[in-house]
């Protein structure tokens, strides 16, 4: 059973930076690729980046705009997303989660973390 733990949220101004941090455990073999997520208030859960445990294959989605980046160490089994020129837009809670597979979409992911909370203010 996988379990994920969220750290690294807080509380930002406009165009400064957060790294979150996500730790894997409880058995990751079967875990191919980590994804980041984010939710705010009445809107749908979006995908932001995921990079893949092997080869470190990365994505991002658009609105990432170059700010963003993941990276992962493999020895110990933690996801980052280093987070720069942060802007309002950006805040939601943060999820991390893990595919067996590789997608961009919440359905390819199976297990997933309790999420940590980003605020950027204006």
């Known amino acids: 059973q996988v379990q994920l733990v969220e750290s690294g949220g807080g509380l930002v101004q406009a165009g400064g930076s957060l790294r979150l941090s996500c730790a894997a455990s409880?058995?990751?073999?079967?875990?191919?690729?980590m994804g980041w997520f984010r939710q705010a208030p009445g809107k749908e859960r979006e995908f932001v980046a995921a990079?893949?445990?092997?080869?470190?294959?990365?994505y991002y989605a658009d609105f990432v705009e170059g700010r963003f980046t993941i990276s992962r160490d493999n020895a110990k089994t933690t996801v980052f997303l280093q987070m720069n020129s942060l802007k309002p837009e950006d805040t939601a809670v943060y999820y991390c989660?893990?595919?067996?597979?590789?997608?961009?979409?919440?359905?390819?992911?199976?297990?997933w973390g309790q999420g940590t909370q980003v605020t950027v203010s204006s």
């Open positions: 990079v893949t445990w092997g080869g470190g294959t990365t």
């Open positions: 989660a893990s595919s067996p597979n590789w997608g961009t979409r919440a359905s390819s992911y199976n297990y």
């Open positions: 409880g058995g990751t073999f079967s875990s191919y690729a």
